[in-house]
C-alpha cells in the first residue's frame, strides 16, 4: 500500500497510525501487559525477587512471541538504559521516541498518554512507555537486595537497568508489523 496515501506534504515517510490500527496496537499492549503484570507480581510473591527474575527473562518474551502469533504485531521491550543488552537495545526510531516520552514525562504527562505510534518505512511502529511503579523497584530500584543484585550480576553482566526511582521511565514496549499485512 503506498505510504502517499497518508502523506501531508510534509514528510511522506512518516506519517500517523491510521486509527484503526492505533487501536490494535493499544490492545496488543494492554494483552501484554495485563498478563505480565499479575505474572510478575505472583511470582515476586511466590518466590521474592530473585526468584521472579527468571519471569522477566523468559515469560516476558515468550508472551511477545505468543501475542505475535495471534496479533500479528512483533513485540519487543527497549530502553535507553537497557538490562538485556541482546534485545532491549533501541533502535534509531525508538531512541527518538523515547527521547520524546523523556521530555513529555518532564513537562507532565501521565502514563497513558505516553504513546506513539508511525508508519514509517512501510512499517507500523507504535511505543507505550513504562514507567516505575513500586514493584519494579525490588529489581530496577536504587536498594536491590544482594540476592537479586547477584542474580542479576550473573545473568546480565552489562546491566544499565537499575538506580530508578519511582515514576520514572523504564523503557517502553515497542510494536512492529509491515503495511502490507493488510
Ligand atoms: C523480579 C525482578 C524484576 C521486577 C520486579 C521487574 N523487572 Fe523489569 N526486568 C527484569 C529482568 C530480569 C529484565 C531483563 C529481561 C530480559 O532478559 O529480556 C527486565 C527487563 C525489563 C524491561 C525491558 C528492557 C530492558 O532493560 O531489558 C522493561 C521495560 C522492564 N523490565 C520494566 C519493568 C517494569 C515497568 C517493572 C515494574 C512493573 C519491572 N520491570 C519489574 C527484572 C524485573
Known amino acids: 500500500m503506498p505510504l502517499i496515501l497518508w502523506a501531508t506534504g510534509v514528510n511522506a515517510q512518516q506519517q500517523p ?96 498518554q505516553l504513546n506513539h505510534g508511525e508508519v514509517i518505512d512501510g512499517e507500523y511502529r507504535y511505543m507505550q512507555a513504562q514507567l516505575v511503579g513500586g514493584v519494579c523497584l525490588l529489581c530496577h530500584g536504587e536498594n536491590i537486595a544482594d540476592d537479586v543484585r547477584s542474580a542479576l550480576n550473573a545473568r546480565y553482566p552489562h546491566d544499565r537497568a537499575t538506580g530508578y526511582t519511582p515514576g520514572q521511565l523504564r523503557g517502553a514496549i515497542s510494536l512492529r508489523r509491515p503495511v502490507s499485512d493488510r
Request: net charge negative.
Open 17 to 112: 497510525l491510521p486509527a484503526p490500527i492505533a487501536a490494535d496496537a493499544r490492545t496488543t499492549v494492554k494483552a501484554f501487559v495485563g498478563q505480565m503484570k499479575p505474572l510478575l507480581v505472583s511470582q515476586v510473591q511466590a518466590l521474592g525477587p530473585a526468584g521472579a527474575i527468571e519471569v522477566c527473562a523468559t515469560e516476558a518474551p515468550a508472551l511477545s512471541k505468543s501475542l505475535t502469533e495471534t496479533s500479528g504485531w512483533s513485540i519487543t521491550r527497549v530502553s535507553d538504559k537497557p538490562r538485556n543488552e541482546r534485545r532491549a537495545i533501541p533502535d534509531e526510531w525508538e531512541a527518538s521516541v523515547l527521547r520524546d516520552f523523556e521530555q513529555r514525562l518532564h513537562d507532565g504527562a501521565q502514563a497513558p
